[in-house]
């Protein structure tokens, strides 16, 4: 009998040992996500991948870039935005399009970003240590003219190129000399001096800037010429847009240049300028769009649309690029860059016009979906598509 008990007893203590080896198994099934309903590459919260963005990995990959403060307002809310979507997360930092040059030579950062286009030393540079470097468009946007003059308020002063360029070569140095009154009649500007600022920092805004007036004035060009960084005349130095923006608003009878969107937030008066049609002209979205119009758009992107004949544009417009290495050396996130660059140049325009930015023309972006396209790594292109 005790036999009998023994030999009824084992199968149960085995039946037990068995279901709790499988409760284990199951659990640690569970807790590798085995058996988890989430779907690949979306977190609680996120809303699902679009269509424009390849699917990625499960690990978030982190992406550093720098330079031009003047998309920065755009940059930094297309990079919230893509890192719900995405498991992607930009580091941006806003040091000036001569920073992103040199960051992105370097090798410290998976990509710069300049509203200046690179110079041929610069870029030789840059492709020496690694290979072929895009300029990839990612928008457009306006250099405005600000200034503090007491009661005037935005667009009531106008300039002709001219007078600015004077202006800016301090041959212009009051607010009452004739010239300007001669374009202002009516117009109560007192006779305090014209205190000038400009960018102290290498700056694609003072690219566009110096670019435009290179154009207008023959002077300019000769004794100042068109670069991020110059040899000012004078006055007053502010770094980054931010900079510029703030000396111009502290001062009183200060002219400066600052991208639309911080004159804008930061409640600036602009000047409406004189453009190539002799239509003094606002900077604004629609002004800006219509600076690209009709103008051929090389397969680089290398160009500039400052001082537009149509007869709508703003005359100080420019892209801005994102500079990107062909070839690139980690797969993992060049892909990646990849992904967030064709989810910029579709999804993302849609943030633009809010931001005071101009999305980018049809042509455009054909233009930039074929500079992505190109992109690889081994050998072996990393869009997919």
Not at 5 to 13: I, M, Q, V, Y
Request: charge should be neutral; glycine fraction near 10%.
């Amino acid at each position: 009998m005790q036999e009998t008990r023994k030999t009824t007893k084992l199968p149960s203590n085995m039946a037990l040992v068995a279901a709790g080896l499988a409760a284990i198994v199951l659990a640690l099934v569970a807790a590798c996500g085995g058996a988890g309903p989430t779907p690949t590459g979306t977190q609680v919260g996120q809303q699902p991948t679009p269509t424009t963005t390849p699917s990625g990995s499960q690990s978030t990959i982190r992406l550093n870039g720098a330079g031009a403060t003047f998309p920065f307002p755009l940059y930094s809310r297309w990079f919230d935005e893509y890192a719900r979507v995405a498991k992607t997360q930009v580091n941006y930092q806003s040091i000036g399009s001569g920073g992103g040059i040199r960051q992105v030579t370097e090798g410290t950062v998976d990509f710069g970003a300049s509203d200046g286009i690179m110079t041929n030393d610069q870029q030789a540079k840059a492709e020496q240590a690694h290979g072929p470097i895009l300029h990839i468009p990612m928008t457009m946007g306006a250099v405005a003219v600000v200034y503090n003059l007491q009661g005037i308020g935005a667009g009531q002063v106008k300039l002709t190129p001219d007078v600015l360029a004077d202006i800016y070569l301090k041959k212009i140095t009051r607010w009452s000399d004739s010239r300007i009154a001669q374009l202002n009649p009516g117009l109560n500007l007192s006779n305090q001096d014209i205190a000038v600022v400009h960018r102290s920092d290498g700056s694609g805004t003072t690219f566009i800037f110096t670019n435009y007036l290179s154009k207008v004035s023959q002077e300019w060009k000769e004794k100042v010429g068109n670069a991020t960084a110059v040899n000012w005349p004078g006055d007053i130095g502010g770094q980054g847009n931010e900079g510029v923006a703030g000396q111009v608003r502290q001062i009183p009878g200060t002219i400066g240049y600052v991208e639309l969107a911080y004159a804008t937030q930061n409640n600036m008066a602009w000047a409406a300028l004189q453009n190539a049609s002799s239509k003094f002209v606002e900077p604004s979205l629609q002004a800006t769009s219509k600076a690209a119009l009709g103008v051929p758009l090389p397969d680089d992107m290398k160009v500039m649309i400052t001082n537009s004949t149509n007869p709508e544009a703003y005359s100080i417009a420019g892209f801005t690029w994102l500079l990107v290495y062909r070839n690139q050396t980690d797969c993992t996130k060049g892909k990646a860059l990849v992904d967030v660059l064709w989810w910029a140049i579709h999804d993302g325009q849609q943030y633009a016009p809010s931001l005071q930015y101009a999305p980018l023309p049809d042509d455009a972006v054909r233009k930039a979906e074929a500079q992505i396209r190109s992109v690889t790594c081994n050998g072996q292109p990393l869009l997919g598509r």
